[in-house]
T-cell receptor
């Protein structure tokens, strides 16, 4: 069965510190992995994706994500957090065989000044 | 602004009623996806249409149905509404028949069932 897990409901980090939002996945076949951000009262916005290639993927707003096949993880990272990064972050996986997206439960990121 | 529009923005109705949510994809996008976001279930994929044809189904209840019209807009019909159907309903669009590329999300329709 295809699934995505975000083990943390909430992540708190101080502005200027590095941040990590965790995601693990389980799919059959090659994974297609995505990160989205949702600001209050807004739809999801695409941040970055991993299809093939380098394990470190760079995306929008200074975010990057590291694909780790052995650990089946795709953690979202940013070297220096901003207060404006505070939002809800979703990891998603698309299984190439089943043509569907599966989203994680979301992680609320709080960046404090 | 993603270019995806959804109407209405807010909808309040009673249990047992039927509602229709509308989505207009970005210009040129042939795929439309519907999602339900609720507090207890998170973000759930409901259904995907491509160029008028159903491509994939997710956790969509039998009380719910969708269609995509020749002008590519899509409607999600929710019937026999229950309190638990209260949620934020998103549609997303993309140019491709499979969700390989970025999906562009609309602002959502907030449904409240009383």
């Amino acid at each position: 069965a295809q699934s995505v897990a975000q083990p943390e409901d909430q992540v708190n980090v101080a502005e200027g510190n590095p941040l990590t939002v965790k995601c693990t996945y389980s799919v059959s076949g090659n994974p297609y992995l995505f990160w989205y951000v949702q600001y209050p009262n807004r739809g999801l916005q695409f941040l970055l994706k991993y299809i093939t290639g380098d394990n470190l993927v760079k995306g929008s707003y200074g975010f990057e994500a590291e694909f780790n096949k052995s650990q089946t993880s795709f953690h979202l990272k940013k070297p220096s957090a901003l207060v404006s990064d505070s939002a809800l972050y979703f990891c998603a996986v698309r299984d190439e065989d089943f043509n569907k997206f599966y989203f994680g439960s979301g992680t609320k990121l709080n960046v404090k000044p | 602004d993603s270019g995806v529009t959804q109407t209405p923005k807010h909808l309040i109705t009673a249990t047992g009623q039927r509602v229709t949510l509308r989505c207009s994809p970005r210009s040129g996008d042939l795929s439309v996806y519907w999602y339900q976001q609720s507090l207890d279930q998170g973000l759930q994929f409901l259904i995907h249409y491509y160029n008028g044809e159903e491509r994939a189904k997710g956790n969509i209840l039998e009380r719910f149905s969708a269609q995509q019209f020749p002008d590519l807009h899509s409607e999600l019909n929710l019937s026999s509404l229950e309190l638990g159907d209260s949620a934020l309903y998103f549609c997303a669009s993309s140019p491709h028949p499979v969700p390989q590329e970025t999906q562009y999300f609309g602002p959502g329709t907030r449904l409240l069932v009383l």
